[in-house]
């Protein structure tokens, strides 16, 4: 059964459950590394590509930007025709991540929709529109640095990082780093207040 997690709805008991519910529900990350590497044995061995979600996240977007770019448009981008829409592994991993990850939180019974998620208007507040233009913006940044760096967190960091790529490791590498410290500046008055 979908929820709305509003604090204001809800009761701290309440959340506590749902928490502890999650924590039950949640998968074994030993478990789940082994599948991806499996996943990734796979792929190299039938599809002779990497895992990558990033380039079949963009050009499907190519399908988005008809209504304003128009056909013609879209097929004389240098982008989408260097990196045309097409049933590949990448297509298959994209729509597979979304319907695994629909089906695990339907399994788990641990599905709930959320405008404002509990931790973030625990820091920010509660405005649902600071909070989806901040997605958006933060979802821009990260798809323009996937595709400048060539490859995103399966491309380098799952696939890549596997066949010890020098780039990859650069990537991967940065991308936590940046991560903690974004995570420390955002989420440091939280952090603070738990002490």
């Known amino acids: 059964m979908p929820l709305d997690m509003k604090e204001s709805n809800y009761s701290s008991n309440t959340i506590g459950d749902l928490d502890r519910a999650e924590a039950k529900a949640r998968w074994n990350p030993y478990l789940v590394g082994i599948g991806i590497g499996v996943l990734s044995w796979i792929a190299f061995g039938v599809l002779d590509e990497p895992l990558g979600i ?69 820091q920010f507040g509660g405005s649902t529109v600071k909070r989806f233009v901040s997605a958006f913006l933060g979802g821009v940044i990260i798809m323009f640095g996937a595709r400048m760096a060539g490859g995103c967190t399966s491309g ?40």
């Open 156 to 195: 380098h960091g799952i696939s890549g990082s596997l066949q010890l790529a020098l780039s990859s490791w650069t990537f991967f590498l940065t991308m936590f780093a940046s991560g903690i410290a974004t995570a420390l500046i955002l989420f440091r008055k939280q952090a603070s207040a738990s002490k």
């Open 54 to 122: 990033s380039t079949a996240l963009s050009s499907a977007s190519s399908v988005c930007a008809l209504p304003v770019m128009g056909s013609e448009g879209v097929a004389h981008n240098a982008y989408w025709t260097k990196n045309p829409l097409k049933w590949n592994g990448g297509m298959l991993l994209l729509i597979g991540t979304f319907l695994g990850s629909l089906l695990s939180v339907l399994v788990s019974h641990t599905f709930r929709l959320e405008k404002v998620p509990t931790t973030w208007s625990q």
